[in-house]
C-alpha cells in the first residue's frame, strides 16, 4: 500500500503553495490525519482523512491517491475528495442601504440598530 508524508501530500495536491507552509501548518497544531494531530512526517494513505486549515478556511478532504511530486491542478484535483462543508449564507443577514443615499436618518438609525441586535421592532 502506498503511502506519504502529510506535509509533501498537501503540497503536492495544492493545498498549500510551499512544501515549508505545509510542514508549519503541520506543526502549528492547524493538519489532522484521522481526528489525531499530524507532525509533518505522518504517513497518508487513500482513504484517509486530512482535516487542514488553510488561510481562513478548514478543508476537508479524502486522500483518494497518493502522490510525491507536484502536479497540475486538473491532476491534483482527482487525487481528494472534497469534504468541506460549503460557507454559511450570510448574504441575506446584512442591511443595505442604496447607494449615494445618504447618511441615516435617526429614526433608520434605530431600526438598522434593532435589525442588527435582533430585537423585534414596535410598533
Known amino acids: ?4 508524508r502529510v506535509d509533501r501530500w498537501l503540497w503536492a495536491v495544492r493545498l498549500t503553495k510551499t512544501r515549508p507552509d505545509a510542514a508549519a501548518a503541520c506543526r502549528g497544531g492547524h493538519v489532522r490525519v484521522n481526528d489525531r494531530p499530524a507532525k509533518p512526517a505522518t504517513t497518508v494513505s487513500p482513504g484517509d482523512q486530512v482535516r487542514a486549515r488553510v488561510g481562513d478556511t478548514t478543508r476537508i478532504v479524502e486522500v483518494v491517491r ?58
Open 1 to 4: 500500500m502506498e503511502s506519504t
Open 66 to 123: 497518493v502522490i510525491q511530486k507536484r502536479v497540475g491542478a486538473t491532476d491534483a484535483a482527482v487525487c481528494f475528495i472534497d469534504r468541506t462543508p460549503p460557507p454559511p449564507d450570510t448574504s441575506s443577514a446584512v442591511a443595505r442601504r442604496d447607494r449615494g443615499a445618504g447618511r441615516p436618518t435617526k429614526r433608520e438609525r434605530r431600526v438598522l440598530d434593532k435589525f442588527r441586535t435582533g430585537e423585534p421592532e414596535a410598533l
